[in-house]
């Protein structure tokens, strides 16, 4: 016998596994102002300082540890390091080090992170078979126009459901992208989306440890390997996203059809994208701006008795470990961030290490900050109070944060972001040359240019 549903399921939606596949294959090259390509030149480039600047860290060395013992040849490299490995574990290891320091871009309508799972994907693919620098970005537009698409539709409630919607819907932008770098026609196009549907990856209950970056890697070698299963004569439903028992309706029990197909083609979700100034998650970055404000206006910690945050419940919900124990838990703590804004000035990965979270003087700030719950403020916006020891209180209401689509970085703030992620690694010259690289991508006749300045000499 059939089993009752909760929610009844949409059996006339539209066919948006054929629309956004003939898209994907048949949009012109360049089919964009060129203020949408200029953002697609900004996230790539911090998409890959975020990747080159984690290529060190624990997590990456763990995941390529884990793809040696498939003895991979050497197809692609793994950036920010010397290691070459096949296709899918570039995807998966680069997509895991972009997101390692939760410094990736971030759309703001629905908190995806929309680079990691298709710029993995898609820069491993186009090292392998040697696109050009347009190519590339031809196909990180439409990548992140399909997955950022599919986030509107279902965004919140998917979200709210527990998903990660970075790794959840990421795995179709780069199944799109990759499709695009493949010359896949409108139907493999299809298929390669219809196999991706069957491999949402990322839970929130992963957020504070590696498996959160994890989720971008993962969709990014998802996405590719659909891709070519697809070049090869794989199938899939051809409703595999919008069925009823497909992909739409089982991971989301909203569906607004309408945010896939409206201004398709017109509007491009990579004009909504937005960069993080703060290694953290993207809801503590009001109150870490704030905070930074407060110490620009002379408070010094040793002056403050408490710190009063007035802030919406999803910051709490997303970010209210008060008791973070290393750098990963520290990037979901609102009072972490506030206590590295006040100290410090800034919140760049340093801030977030284990051993700045552990410090005595970071443990005593963090616990004056007080945080209540006014959801009549807005998920941007924080409201926050120093109280100072001889009584005096210090406000500082920010509205819209440094980073964010109101309030942007500028693409000066982006470059020098990228150093201080990069220049650890490949020294300031070369990270310099390849900030240039980033610029030019679009003049690039074969990636594997820029690709070898992002290898340590």
């Known amino acids: 016998m059939a089993r009752n549903t909760q929610v009844a399921a949409d059996h006339n939606a539209p066919p948006i596994t054929q629309i956004l596949a003939e898209f994907v294959a048949t949009h012109p090259s360049r089919g ?40 991979p040849s050497p197809q692609a490299t793994v950036l920010g390091r010397k290691d070459r490995v096949d296709m899918a574990s570039a995807a998966l290891v680069n997509g895991i080090t972009s997101h390692t320091f939760d410094f990736d871009d971030t759309h703001l309508k629905t908190i995806i992170h929309p680079a990691g799972p298709v710029a993995s994907a898609a820069l491993a693919l186009a090292e392998r078979q040697r696109s050009s620098g347009r190519e590339l970005l031809d196909a990180l537009v439409l990548g992140i126009d399909v997955s950022c698409r599919v986030g509107n539709m279902m965004y919140p409630e998917h979200y709210d459901r527990g998903w990660h919607i970075t790794g959840s819907t990421g795995m179709l932008g780069a199944a799109a992208a990759c499709a695009r770098l493949l010359r896949l026609d409108a ?12 491999q949402p990856v990322g839970m929130r209950e992963q ?45 989301s029990t909203k569906n607004d059809w309408s945010q896939v197909t409206g201004e398709l083609g017109q509007r491009f979700e990579i ?64 009072y972490h961030g506030c206590a590295a804004g006040l100290m410090f000035g800034r919140a760049a990965e340093d801030e977030f290490s284990d051993a700045v979270v552990t410090r ?5 700030l963090r616990r004056k900050v007080v945080a209540t719950v006014d959801d009549a403020i807005d998920e941007a916006s924080v409201d926050v109070t120093a109280v100072l020891t001889d009584g005096r209180r210090v406000h500082v209401f920010v509205k819209n944060a440094i980073g964010s689509i109101e309030n942007p970085m500028t693409d000066a703030l982006l470059e020098g972001k990228f150093h201080g992620l990069s220049d650890a690694v490949l020294g300031a010259d070369a990270t310099g040359k390849l900030i240039e690289a980033c610029w030019d991508l679009g003049e690039a006749k074969d990636v594997q240019a820029l690709v070898a300045l992002a290898v340590p000499r």
Not at 45 to 59: D, Y
Not at 187 to 198: H, P
Not at 213 to 236: D, E
Request: one cysteine or more.
């Open 360 to 364: 005595s003087d970071m443990v005593a």
């Open 32 to 71: 964009w102002s060129d203020a949408v390509d200029h953002e697609a030149h900004r996230t790539f480039l911090n998409w890959l300082g975020c990747a080159v600047g984690a290529a060190r860290h624990e997590a990456a060395d763990a995941a390529l540890a884990a793809v040696r013992m498939l003895e």
């Open 187 to 198: 139907r493999q196009t299809q298929m390669a989306l219809g196999i991706a549907a069957s």
């Open 271 to 334: 004009s909504f994208n937005s960069y993080k100034p703060f290694a953290c998650g993207i809801v503590i970055h009001p109150s870490i701006d704030a905070c930074v404000q407060l110490r620009e206006q002379g408070v010094r910690p040793e002056q403050v008795e408490r710190i009063e945050l007035k802030v919406h419940s999803l910051v709490l919900e997303l970010t209210g470990k008060k008791e973070p124990a290393d750098g990963l838990q520290a990037k979901f703590s609102v």
């Open 207 to 251: 957020f504070g440890t590696m498996t959160k970056p994890f989720h971008p890697g993962g969709a990014a070698r998802a996405g590719l390997m659909s891709a070519l299963l697809a070049s090869q004569g794989f199938t899939a439903s051809p409703k595999a996203l919008e069925a009823p028992r497909g992909y739409a309706q089982t991971v």
